[in-house]
């Protein structure tokens, strides 16, 4: 099982790379807030495999749980500060 | 039998984030992307999750993993439904030279939706 769950972990790693290439690459500001949006719960997910290998996982989801709380929520607080920018 | 339960749990779920991944990286403006990012992110979040529970054998550690889930689930479609609508209203997101050479997004129309 720790290695299906490891083989998981590289997959879920490549798609927190690929986040930070859409970052890298997006055209516009909403692109890359898109982008890093979608690395973030990747991260989260790579976070709680991670876990889950090293056998300590109600070591892990405390440090995911506030993380989450955190990066799930900065995509409302940028989309407010772009919709407030340039309204009348 | 557990095992085989969280290890289907997993692999679909991560076939989800792949085929988000996909979708991110491949769709043409920021429509589409949103579409693929809000939907099939979320749904391999909560697969993952679900698969994590279950090999965890609803132990220890249990209540946080579907507190996230339940987090993300909620909170996920509603960031990225925010995202849309203030690159919907123009503030500052979706350049115009941008939307015109992917031939869909035109200030006009943003004016209209408004």
Do not use: C
């Not at chain 1, 976070?47 to 300590?56: A, Q, S, V």
Request: zero cysteines; aromatic letters at 8%; proline letters at 3%.
């Amino acid at each position: 099982m720790t290695g299906l769950l490891l083989v998981l972990a590289f997959v879920v790693g490549g798609l927190t790379i690929t986040a930070v290439i859409g970052v890298a690459r997006g055209p516009t500001v909403i692109d890359r807030l898109l982008s890093s949006s979608f690395g973030a719960v990747s991260s989260v997910v790579l976070l709680m495999l991670i876990g889950f290998i090293f056998g300590r996982p109600e070591l892990f989801v405390d440090i995911g749980l506030s993380y989450a709380l955190l990066a799930f929520l900065f995509p409302l607080a940028f989309a407010r500060y772009l919709e407030s920018r340039k309204s009348p | 039998m557990t095992d085989v339960i969280a290890a289907a749990l997993l692999i679909a779920g991560t076939a989800f984030l792949m085929i988000s991944a996909l979708g991110l990286i491949r769709f043409p403006d920021f429509w589409t992307r949103a579409h693929a990012v809000a939907k099939a992110e979320t749904l391999g979040l909560v697969l993952v999750f679900m698969g994590l529970v279950v090999l965890n054998r609803f132990g220890p550690g249990s209540l946080q993993l579907v507190l996230i889930a339940a987090f993300s689930l909620l909170v996920n479609p509603t960031a990225i439904h925010a995202l849309a609508r203030s690159a919907l209203r123009g503030g500052g997101g979706v350049d115009e030279d941008a939307a015109d050479s992917n031939g869909e997004l035109h200030s006009d129309d943003a004016e209209d939706h408004r």
